[in-house]
Structure formats: structure tokens, C-alpha cells
């Protein structure tokens, strides 16, 4: 295992920021949704930690006014409480890329610059989907190709608005074996956030198996990444490895087009800098926590 990871868990404590997140995250998740399960497993994840109601309920944390409009209040909440389930809004239109923070983009390797400079990082040659976290709301961005051959943004957006179940299970091939990677993953990732300003680094998931859209499973690399950009709005990522025999001509003049010019062909690796994920056998104790969540 890297020092990293053996860090992890000592990282975590009452004043790890990307802690405070989760159980911020997911107390507006639960209240939204009205779930008194998910609103548990919050109050066990603070309880675990030793973090009070008023630190995460009313900003008395150590990271208010370190970022403009970061770490206070949830004054957002006595509303959302106050509204029957009906009339609870849980998502909202597609999310598009220029919604998404330039420094967040640049780290997922959409941004501007990149894809002038290596056209086929475009994202229509890629399978990605993009998630915003928002006050117990969340949207979604999914890439051209991603609609294509994985899954399209209505059926995701009305999955996630009826409540059927976890979004990413649409593609998994075998939920229930390939669900504890995401687990892990996310533990590690949320881990990783240490203060307001720590910037995200990507995790390279090895093997995980998908079903395209036409039911044909495929074992690809998963490129998992959270991006918190405070502590009410956070952007989750997942990129697949797309096979090159998949990315079809058609596409290639689609990013093409949208680049002004032919690509160049300098094989570049978009997760060069994403660290080659291993489970820490020190966060085993978070697994029933986060189990069924993610």
C-alpha cells in the first residue's frame, strides 16, 4: 500500500473538511428525499467522528469564512423541510459543461485549452458522466458517446427523480459485485479533501464491468473523481475507457468539427495524473456506513 493511503484514515477526524461534506451532503439528501435511513446513517457518520449538529447545522466548524460563502448555515433546510415530498424538487435540467468550475474542468481534462491542444479529448469521443451535488438536489451531464453506447440522460434524470435505485447501477453489468469498488472509491476520494482548497485528484479504478447499451458487457478502466467545491455543491465524475473500435468515424468528425481542425494523433492518456486506486484495509470500519449509498 503508498503512505497515501496508509494516511487515509488518520486524515479523518472532527476537522477533515471532505468529512464535513459527506454529512452535510447527505443530511439534504436525506430531507429532500425524505429518507430516514440515509438522515441515520449521517448522524452515525458524524457520531463516529465525534462532529456535533451545530458544526454541520449551523457553520460553528473551523473552515466558515475560509473560501467566500463556504462552511455556514444550512439556511436552506427550513424550507425544504416544510415541503411535502411532492412538492420536492430532486433535480432539474441537464447540466452542461460550462456550469461545471474552469478549475474542476481543467482537472477532468475538459477544458478549453486541452481540447484545442488534443482534439480528440473532446468529450464526444468520450464516455463521461458528470453529476452535480447541490443542496440535496442533483443534475447530470452525460457525453455524446456516453449517451450513445452507455445510457441516455432521460432515462438517468428520471431514474434518479423517481427514486429507482442507485444512477450508476443503469450500467454496471453486476451491481451487487461491482458496487463495493465505487464504495471504496468514494471513501477514498471524499478522504482526499482535507481543507476547502485541497484540489482534487482523480482515481484510476482498474477493472470494472459495464453494459453497453445493446446488452454487451465490457470490462473497461473506471476514472472516478469528486470535486467539492464547497461544502453545499460538489461535481461527481465517472469516465470509462472507451475501446478505440468504439469511437466511431462519425464521432472522430465530430470532435473534428468542434476542434476546427484534424486531430492529432499523440495518444494521450486524459488520467495520466489519477492515482492507480487500492482499498486501504484501515477504512474497512467505514464500509457498513457507507454500504447501499453509493
Known amino acids: 500500500e ?16 471532505g468529512l464535513h461534506f459527506m454529512i452535510r451532503h447527505w443530511i439534504s439528501c436525506a430531507l429532500t428525499r425524505r429518507s430516514f435511513p440515509l438522515l441515520a446513517k449521517a448522524s452515525e457518520l458524524a457520531t463516529k467522528f465525534g462532529i456535533s449538529m451545530d458544526q454541520i447545522l449551523c457553520g460553528e466548524n473551523p473552515f466558515r469564512g475560509l473560501c467566500p460563502g463556504d462552511g455556514g448555515p444550512m439556511t436552506f433546510l427550513p424550507s425544504v423541510i416544510l415541503k411535502p415530498t411532492r412538492a420536492q424538487q430532486v433535480g432539474g435540467d441537464k447540466l452542461s459543461l460550462s456550469e461545471i468550475p474552469t478549475r474542476f474542468r481543467k482537472i477532468l481534462n475538459l477544458d478549453h485549452e486541452t481540447i484545442a491542444s488534443h482534439p480528440q479529448m473532446h468529450h464526444v469521443n468520450r464516455w463521461i458522466c458528470v453529476r452535480e451535488l447541490i443542496q440535496g ?16 440522460w432521460e432515462v438517468i434524470q428520471d431514474t434518479w427523480k423517481a427514486n429507482r435505485g442507485e444512477v450508476k447501477d443503469l450500467f454496471l453489468s453486476e451491481p451487487a459485485k461491482e458496487n ?6 468514494l471513501i477514498h476520494q471524499f478522504s482526499l479533501a482535507t481543507t476547502p482548497t485541497t484540489s482534487p485528484i482523480p482515481t484510476r479504478i482498474p477493472k470494472t464491468t459495464i453494459r453497453l447499451s445493446w446488452s454487451q458487457t465490457i470490462e473497461v478502466e473506471c476514472y472516478y473523481c469528486l470535486a467539492i467545491e464547497n461544502m453545499d455543491r460538489a461535481f461527481w465524475c465517472i469516465e ?15 470532435a473534428t468539427t468542434a476542434s476546427g481542425g484534424e486531430p492529432k494523433q499523440d495518444n494521450i492518456d486524459p488520467w495520466e495524473n489519477a492515482d492507480k486506486f487500492e482499498w486501504s484495509d484501515d477504512l474497512d470500519d467505514l464500509m457498513d456506513t457507507f454500504s447501499g449509498l453509493v
Open 137 to 152: 438536489k442533483s443534475r447530470f451531464f452525460v457525453s455524446e458517446a456516453f449517451e450513445r453506447d452507455i445510457c441516455k
Open 240 to 254: 470509462y475507457s472507451i475501446p478505440p473500435e468504439l469511437v466511431t468515424e462519425s464521432v472522430k468528425a465530430s
Open 180 to 185: 463495493l469498488k465505487y464504495s471504496q472509491a
Open 2 to 17: 503508498s503512505d497515501v493511503l496508509k494516511a487515509v484514515s488518520k486524515r479523518l477526524g472532527a476537522n477533515h473538511y
